[in-house]
């Protein structure tokens, strides 16, 4: 199993900055994709940020500009650093994984439990 420990979250006013954190362990071959999801209430789940084994990064409009992800790759960790918070940022954010767990497996998503960021005017 793939297990994945989030932190950092908390209450914050507009214009501040938060730094999540998201530590995958358990039954790990490699991890290709890793990155952040955000739902706030009465939305839909959406990507905010995912970065590649590579490096490659990805991010929603909405936070360019503002958030940057990053990996550890050694240490199976992911980043979200979140600057210039607005309370449109409001949600419980979960990381996500794609982990393989033997070199002859395709990639599965894991999530994390989901952390709550609460930006105050």
């Known amino acids: 199993q793939v297990h994945l420990v989030e932190s950092g979250g908390g209450l914050v006013q507009a214009g501040g900055s938060l730094r999540l954190s998201c530590a995958a362990s358990g039954s790990i071959f490699s991890i290709d994709a890793m990155g952040w999801y955000r739902q706030a209430p009465g939305k839909q789940r959406e990507l905010v940020a995912s970065?590649?084994?590579?490096?490659?990064?990805n991010y929603a409009d909405s936070v360019k500009g503002r958030f940057t992800v990053s990996r550890d790759n050694a240490g199976n960790t992911v980043y979200l650093q979140m600057n210039s918070l607005e309370p449109e940022d409001t949600a419980v954010y979960y990381c996500n994984v794609a982990a393989r767990k033997s070199q002859w497996e395709r990639a599965s998503d894991y999530w994390g439990q989901g952390t709550q960021v609460t930006v105050s005017l």
């Open positions: 970065v590649t084994r590579g490096g490659r990064t």
